[in-house]
């Protein structure tokens, strides 16, 4: 699945665009931040074809990608949503 794609799956299972906080990425992960927890539907996340994992720890949100795929799904999460990146 491309990175686009890919963004455009995850975003919604995240509770949309608005839920998001900002986001940002480690090797593996896209990292996010999000407003209301119980708005990420954290089964349909992990049925998303190239998601490897989810791990979510009070707000914080992690998909896991894998290595070479996380930076670019991130970069289109936050270029296609306009999602703030974390600093």
């Not at 998303?48 to 990608?65: A, N, P, R």
Request: net charge positive; with cysteine.
């Amino acid at each position: 699945m491309k990175d686009l794609e890919l963004a455009k799956k995850i975003v919604p299972a995240l509770g949309g665009q608005e839920n998001i906080v900002r986001a940002h990425n480690c090797l593996t992960r896209l990292r996010t931040t999000v407003k209301e927890p119980l708005f990420v539907k954290i089964n349909e996340l992990e049925n998303i074809d190239g998601v490897k994992g989810v791990v979510v720890e009070g707000s914080d949100v992690h998909v896991v990608l894998g290595a070479g795929t996380a930076k670019k799904v991130t970069d289109e999460v936050i270029r296609i949503f306009d999602v703030p990146r974390k600093s």
